[in-house]
């Protein structure tokens, strides 16, 4: 998956606070993502031709757009959805210090 952006932010939504938290912490625990924030949302969507309104659990996800594949297949594999929104959207400029972070923090470790 080639990219001219090396950075993503990758959106998702969860049923519970609790399911989002828990997704939240692996991601960042295996180092695929640097920061994720989580934020109660109202969501209205059609699914097998019905309209629903829900309340959900959004979690903005901030990664290295190279780790998109790892963190997609992480989120189906955790997701408790049988159709997750997982998508990602280029973050196209930001503080240098920021990206540096982003970047240091989504790094794999060099094992000793």
């Not at 920061?35 to 959900?56: A, F």
């Not at 990664?63 to 989120?75: G, H, I, K």
Request: hydrophobic content about 45%.
């Amino acid at each position: 998956m080639a990219s001219m952006y090396q950075y993503c932010v990758v959106i998702i939504t969860t049923a519970t606070e609790a399911d989002a938290t828990l997704l939240a912490q692996q991601l960042v625990q295996a180092r695929l993502a640097a920061c994720v924030q989580i934020h109660p949302i109202q969501s209205m969507y059609r699914w097998q031709g019905e309209v629903h309104q829900d309340r959900e659990w959004q979690l903005l996800i901030k990664t290295r757009y190279a780790l998109f594949p790892q963190v997609r297949d992480r989120l189906q594999e955790w997701h408790s959805y049988e159709v997750p929104e997982i998508i990602a959207l280029p973050i196209i400029a930001g503080s240098s210090a920021y990206l540096g972070w982003l970047e240091a923090e989504t790094q794999v470790p060099p094992t000793e």
